[in-house]
């Protein structure tokens, strides 16, 4: 790669113009900062359908928009911009995502030596709850995830085994080896996004940037998680707006599963989310200060994981406040739990 590569920001937006404006000037930003050559183009996949009043600015973003006549979905709204990028580097991003400065130096530092990076992402603006890695994708954890969601025992066994995975991704200091990276924000060099080909449009919306890793890995690329590169990520906004953004979802992990496990193992996975789900109710958080290693977790999901996380400092579990941007972006309640060193629920005393 260059020494002095050019970045083209692909954007895919979708009736969010107030988070678009901020993650377009946090991008200029930090490329005046880290002395970077940036292109940005947005493609608004909301354009057909937007009223005078919800059409963008275009003229005030000082970027290149693109209008397709429908909603392409992710996939194909991606695709659509990559193919007007003109950069070395290929940086696909949420229009709800805002970096942080030295994200995209971070990146482009990773990519001299591996072919695919991501930042870590938080969910807050002050930098406290970071997300979570994307859930691995193979038969035998497709099985455990959703046996996990139908026994209450299976349950605490699989939260124990995905705390210790998340750790190790929230831990990191350095660039670690990671293909369950997430497509919010992710960077590449622009001949490895040609040499795997373009995102699967036949994914609408979801599964989409999984499919492509995967596909990328199949091929020998290199992914990495890089810590210091830290971006924000007002989570799901876009699709809050977009009513068919749940049966998306639902026919793409359709999609997926009979195209990566087969037919058979799909039916397989059917039949078992058949059984009733059963979840443990999160337990009290203990009011006094925990002594080791701690851990609070938020997430809207009843299991309690996958879920955004962060290392407790010495106080007491029960004084932790949600940051209020979560709080009030969040499309469900939202559940807290508190684990410590051995990866096991906290309990109150």
């Given at each position: 790669?260059k ?10 937006h ?6 678009l ?31 005078r009043?919800?059409?963008l ?6 970027t ?5 006549p ?13 193919r ?16 942080v ?8 530092e990773?990519?001299?030596e ?27 954890a ?54 795997v ?15 492509w ?5 199949e ?9 210091a ?16 953004a ?21 039916a ?5 989310e058949?059984?009733p789900?059963?979840?443990a ?23 309690g ?45």
């Amino acid at each position: 790669m260059k020494s002095d590569p050019t970045i083209t920001a692909v954007i895919v937006h979708y009736r969010t113009p107030d988070f678009l404006a901020a993650a377009v000037e946090a991008l200029q930003a930090d490329a005046r900062h880290a002395d970077l050559r940036l292109q940005v183009i947005v493609v608004d996949n909301g354009a057909s359908s937007a009223s005078r009043d919800e059409r963008l600015d275009t003229g005030h973003l000082g970027t290149r928009v693109i209008e397709p006549p429908s909603n392409l979905g992710y996939a194909g709204g991606v695709n659509l911009g990559a193919r007007a990028a003109a950069g070395d580097v290929l940086l696909l991003m949420n229009a709800d995502v805002i970096v942080v400065p030295g994200c995209l130096r971070a990146l482009v530092e990773a990519l001299r030596e591996a072919d695919i990076a991501g930042p870590r992402l938080f969910w807050d603006r002050g930098g406290r709850l970071m997300l979570p890695p994307q859930q691995v994708r193979t038969r035998a954890a497709e099985v455990d995830a959703v046996c996990a969601e139908r026994s209450k025992l299976w349950g605490r066994s699989y939260r124990r085994r995905w705390r210790r995975r998340a750790r190790a991704f929230w831990s990191a200091r350095e660039p670690m080896p990671c293909f369950e990276l997430t497509g919010a924000l992710l960077a590449m060099r622009t001949d490895c996004w040609r040499r795997v080909g373009p995102f699967d449009e036949g994914f609408r919306l979801y599964f989409e940037e999984t499919d492509w890793l995967l596909r990328a890995r199949e091929q020998g690329a290199r992914a990495v998680l890089v810590p210091a590169a830290r971006a924000v990520h007002a989570y799901d906004q876009s699709a809050q707006r977009e009513p068919r953004a749940q049966m998306w979802f639902e026919e793409s992990m359709k999609r997926f599963r009979r195209r990566r496990y087969g037919a058979w193992f799909a039916a397989l996975l059917r039949l078992i989310e058949r059984l009733p789900r059963r979840f443990a109710d999160p337990p009290a958080l203990p009011a006094s200060a925990v002594e080791g290693e701690a851990w609070i977790e938020v997430t809207t999901l009843p299991l309690g994981v996958p879920a955004a996380g962060c290392r407790l400092a010495a106080k007491a579990p029960a004084d932790f406040e949600l940051p209020p941007e979560v709080v009030r972006e969040a499309r469900a309640d939202l559940s807290v739990r508190v684990s410590g060193a051995g990866c096991r629920d906290l309990r109150a005393e």
